[in-house]
């Protein structure tokens, strides 16, 4: 597919997510797990543009261009919208897929995200939030975080948001040893008990930008997903043992489902060098840094 010129089409980003902490509360009646989650958004992204046309279509390109396939979400929540809104124009989407799939950092619902988004800029007053909300409700856990890509406690299955506004600017090395792992497959092998009761809203926290006070409250959780997928994987204890050995790297844990895990830095030039460290140590791994929040 030829790719449109740049001068015609809209523009977003589709941010890596990544979850701080994840405490599984139980399984639902409904199959779906009942999460607690600091979710954040790293300054890494798939980027997405749209050519606005009658008919959707997808190209791409990027390292990870291949693993991208005609049932994707991109194209997904194209023609759910396109159902859900009479008259919408979709058009040509061009993907540059720099993020990996399957990773835990939510790649596919950041770009379904970044998707939704675009449509509405090109159609304005057509696309309501409230149908785009629905939308991301029906096609994924966690593209309703992604929508906003800001930081969030995630209730829920993750459709429940509870903005954190005073996170502190940190930064992030995220290592994924390029195995495949499903998240369906990892919440499988959790066997988490039956839900009794619906849960209590998660108080919110409150870090007021400070550093120290992050790392208080992530001391005190971690994530759930981690064994199970440990199980499902054993590399991912090599990631996670690689990343505790970089200097001033902080609470190194698994991201969602895995398999990419990650360490925060306080420091900007700690977590470049740090990254670069880990890259020459493992260069067949993706391994990147970024700032988050």
């Known amino acids: 597919m030829t790719v449109p010129p740049e001068t015609s089409r809209l523009q977003d980003e589709a941010k890596a997510k990544l979850n701080l902490t994840l405490k599984v509360l139980g399984r639902r009646a409904d199959g779906f797990h009942e999460i607690d989650s600091l979710t954040v958004f790293a300054e890494l992204s798939d980027s997405l543009g749209l050519s606005p046309g009658d008919r959707a279509a997808l190209s791409c390109e990027g390292p990870f261009a291949g693993a991208i396939d005609s049932e994707n979400l991109i194209l997904r929540a194209a023609a759910s919208a396109a ?11 061009h993907l540059i897929k720099r993020l990996p799939v399957a990773a835990g950092i939510g790649g596919g619902s950041a770009d379904a995200a970044a998707a939704l988004r675009l449509l509405q800029r090109a159609n ?3 696309l309501s939030d409230e149908t785009v909300m629905a939308i991301a409700g029906e096609l994924g856990s966690d593209i309703a975080a992604c929508l906003s890509a800001s930081a969030t406690v995630m209730g829920g299955k993750g459709e429940r948001l509870q903005p954190v506004a005073d996170l502190p600017l940190c930064w992030a090395v995220l290592a994924n040893p390029g195995v495949p792992l499903s998240a369906g497959a990892v919440y499988a092998a959790l066997t988490a008990p039956k839900l009794e009761a619906e849960p209590a809203p ?7 930008g400070s550093f120290a006070k992050l790392a208080a409250y992530l001391e005190q959780r971690g994530n759930d ?16 043992a690689a990343l505790s050995e970089l200097e001033g790297a902080l609470y190194p ?12 830095f306080e420091m900007q030039e700690q977590a470049l060098a ?8 493992r ?7 970024a700032a988050i929040g």
């Open 83 to 93: 159902a859900k809104a009479p008259g919408l124009r979709s058009g040509e989407f």
């Open 124 to 126: 304005p007053g057509v």
């Open 202 to 208: 998660a108080e919110l926290p409150a870090f007021g």
């Open 225 to 240: 997903l981690q064994e199970p997928a440990l199980r499902l994987q054993p590399v991912i204890g090599d990631v996670l």
């Open 253 to 264: 844990r698994l991201s969602g489902s895995g398999p990419t895990a990650f360490a925060l």
């Open 274 to 281: 740090q990254a670069e460290r880990l890259k020459q140590r």
């Open 283 to 289: 260069p067949r791994w993706w391994v990147a840094a």
